[in-house]
């Protein structure tokens, strides 16, 4: 074990260690170095913690160390592990790891993208060992790590207190309020990281639907498209999402000269936080269809084999292009808004219902507060969202807030409009279209789930409840006397 030494520090140990020193783990644990914190460095393999000392060694003060007897030797006590691996089996074995060579009063924190369910275990198994759990949704990639990223952390509220400052010390900062804050017990930091993910998947979708229409309804270039986002980045849609998309659609390929997008293969790849989150929407009964048919956009543009097979099918009788450019440019920009409205008030449906399920007490207003730095989806109007949680924390839905009522009623015209030639000119757009049906089911009288009802009970006795009395029933179909059963 080979150390640096801080000249702050009071003993030769460390406040923290990390271990996996991946893109996430080596810049967090810069970005604890140069918040002067003494960082115990680990990784299985040890060539990442050698770059991370020869390239930043001199950020702060670091102790490296090779095995991970040595790591846990390095920390002070109570000791405070982050890891950062990859998620699934290999957290699980690296926990067991930690567990086996610390004491009751430790804290285990998992910073990966892991399974809440998982989490859920793990602090149960940890707690019974006496050590404490925290698992944590991290947020902001590379550049949010290492400058400032959002932190959910869950688990026990005393592990929190001392470990709190920390976290909060190295977040993402909006107007002097850290990007981070205890979420609730156990697996609450990762089920709101995952819905996060879940919500990004959809503002990604949203965002390429934007890109496709220009790109083929209007037949814009590229360039001209980067503009757009760019501009748009200074309106009501700022938010670093759209921020990248001008630099992402700017870049031009250093071999072929052509805009780097024309070059990427479209096929969009998934690690799973997408996916988990809709299998749990599914579970808690939650229409979080924006992220639902993100993450299945992302499967059919993956269906390599099957898009080749399919590639003449008929298209049927096309419309042509509209012809007023800059106000369907204005048309996109309010779908764009509107859908992502309908984005955030699903996933914010679904931490309800999560909360509700688990018994975690999770604030949406809080957790939209800490998403207003640091993380992939911070946007302008998470302060619309801290607003509307402060004004009302028992909001039925997003979309009923004063603010987002208003809005999304001024670009409703709009929002059809841009479905609707969609949908004449064969241009897919998942997002745009399920985003405005659900707000169509939303504010329904009445929807036929009526006949589903009906039908249900038809073929399998299911029973349905009537408008007019209370109670359930029973119809002998097609009988002309004495119809209906009480159940
Ligand atoms: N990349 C991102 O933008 C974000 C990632 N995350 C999450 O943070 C975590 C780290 O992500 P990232 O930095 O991208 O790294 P990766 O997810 O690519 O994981 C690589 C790290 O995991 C270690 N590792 C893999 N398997 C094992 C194992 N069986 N035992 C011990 N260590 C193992 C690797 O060690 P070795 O070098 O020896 O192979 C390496 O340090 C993941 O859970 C990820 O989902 C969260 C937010 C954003
Ligand atoms: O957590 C993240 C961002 O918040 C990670 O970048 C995650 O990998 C993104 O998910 P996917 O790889 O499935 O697009």
């Known amino acids: 074990m080979a150390s640096q030494q801080n000249p702050e520090s009071t003993s030769n140990l460390a406040q923290i260690g990390v271990t996996g020193l991946a893109v996430m783990g080596s810049n967090l644990a810069r970005n604890l170095a140069r918040h002067g914190y003494t960082v115990a460095l680990h990784n299985r393999s040890i060539a990442k913690t050698d770059a991370l000392l020869e390239n930043h060694g001199d950020e702060g003060t670091f102790i490296r160390t090779e095995s991970m007897a040595d790591f846990v030797a390095a920390l ?251 106000r369907f440019v204005a048309d996109i920009n309010a779908a764009l808004y509107a859908s992502k409205v309908v984005a955030y008030a699903q996933g914010f449906d679904q931490i309800r219902a999560g909360s509700a399920e688990y018994d975690w007490n999770v604030d949406p207003g809080a957790l939209a507060t800490i998403w207003r730095g640091g993380c992939i989806i911070r946007a302008k109007f998470l302060n619309r969202i801290v607003d509307a949680y402060r004004d009302d924390p028992d909001l039925p839905s997003l979309l009923l807030a004063p603010y987002f009522r208003e809005a999304v009623s001024a670009g409703l015209d709009s929002w059809r409009r841009v479905v609707a030639t969609a949908s004449t000119m064969g241009i897919p757009v998942p997002a745009f279209a399920s985003s405005l049906s659900y707000y169509d089911g939303l504010r329904a009288e009445r929807l036929p789930a009526a006949l589903t009802q009906g039908l249900r009970d038809f073929f399998g006795a299911h029973t349905y409840k009537r408008v007019d009395k209370p109670g359930s029933f029973h119809t002998l179909w097609g009988e002309q006397t004495r119809t209906e059963v009480e159940v």
């Open 76 to 326: 002070e006590r109570p000791r405070r592990a982050l890891i950062m691996v990859k998620a699934g089996d290999a957290t699980d074995s690296v926990i067991e790891e930690l567990a086996d060579l610390m004491e009751p009063g430790d804290v285990i924190i998992d910073g990966g993208n892991s399974l809440y369910t998982d989490t859920i275990r793990r602090e149960a198994a940890m707690s019974k060992r006496g050590l404490n759990f925290v698992g944590t949704g991290i947020s902001g990639g590379e550049e949010g790590a290492l400058n400032g990223p959002s932190i959910m952390p869950g688990g026990p509220a005393e592990a929190y207190e001392s470990l709190g400052p920390l976290l909060e010390s190295i977040s993402a900062h909006v107007d002097g309020t850290p990007c981070c804050t205890h979420i609730g017990p156990n697996g609450s930091g990762h089920f709101v990281k995952m819905v996060h993910n879940g919500i990004e998947y959809a503002d990604m979708q949203l965002i390429g639907e934007a890109y496709d229409l220009m790109r083929k309804a209007l037949t814009m270039s590229t360039d001209e498209i980067a503009d757009v986002f760019r501009q748009w980045n200074s309106g009501d849609l700022e938010s670093y999402l759209v921020e990248i998309t001008a630099e992402v659609l700017a870049q031009k390929d250093a071999e072929t000269g052509k805009p780097l997008i024309d070059v990427i293969v479209d096929e969009a790849g998934q690690k799973g936080t997408g996916r988990w989150t809709v299998k749990s929407a599914l579970d808690l009964g939650i229409p979080t269809t924006g992220i639902a048919e993100a993450v299945f956009a992302r499967a059919l543009s993956s269906s390599r084999d099957q898009r080749t097979a399919a590639r003449d099918l008929a298209s049927g009788k096309l419309a042509g292009a509209p012809t007023d450019r800059d």
